[in-house]
């Protein structure tokens, strides 16, 4: 009974995870539980394994030779790697949205982005999906700013704009969690504070987990952090607790800076 409960109220559950790019190890015995709808940072040194763990839990590391994972990533109980048919993986990749460091639009309209995923894995009617992209665009508080050019190049959009548009375009197939990598590293404060906006009204309806090296963002927005340090997991906890009072020096040092 106590088993099916703490399956339910965890999104995503790492358990032991090793991973290896060829002979180099990339993580260590990482053990991570993620309760569902909240926001769960992921912060260290750059080279600790960080986005290594993230593209796990969607299984995009699969795509590169010689990576090899040991240990689970249980997401409702079912461990993602036990299942190895494409049918599966790209059931589970269509359940797990990816926002990375740089936007992604591609090359064509404001609406064509937001409509095309769905209309690639849903059969439905097209007045439909337009009202559903209006309304995940507002989610974005974007549909004011782009209404006026929803048939205008997404590439015409500021950086900050294309980013929410990547974040509105995930959001339409609904996804259980959404991966952010750095997504705010390449902008300015004011886009940032629009995307933190953005991941506490999503956390509602889905699970985030987002790396960053910014430790505002972290404490901000986050009610859970790792602390990443040479492929290892070195402290784990609610993030207010984590930042006042770190129980490493490791992580003390840095978050004061001293690294
Ligand atoms: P972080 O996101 O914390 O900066 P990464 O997960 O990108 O760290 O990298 C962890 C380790 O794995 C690093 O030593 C890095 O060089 C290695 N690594 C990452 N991606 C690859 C890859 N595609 N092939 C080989 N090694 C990689
Ligand atoms: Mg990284």
Sequence with gaps: MDNTVTKTNSAVRIENVCCYYGENQALEGVNIDIPRNTIYSFIGPSGCGKTTLLRSINRLNDLIPGF???????????NVYEDNSNEYVEHLRRGIGMIFQHPNPLPTSVIKNMLLPVKEHYKGNHDDFVKLAESKLKLAALYEEVESRLNKSAMSLSGGQQQRLCIARAMMLEPDIMLFDEPCSALDPISTYKIEEMLMEIKEVCTIIIVTHNMEQASRISEYTSFFYRGKVVESGPT???FSRPKT????NYITGKF
């Design 68 to 78: 090899r994972l040991t240990g689970g990533i249980y997401l409702n109980g079912k």
């Design 240 to 242: 207010p607790e984590l």
């Design 249 to 252: 020096e490791l992580m003390d």
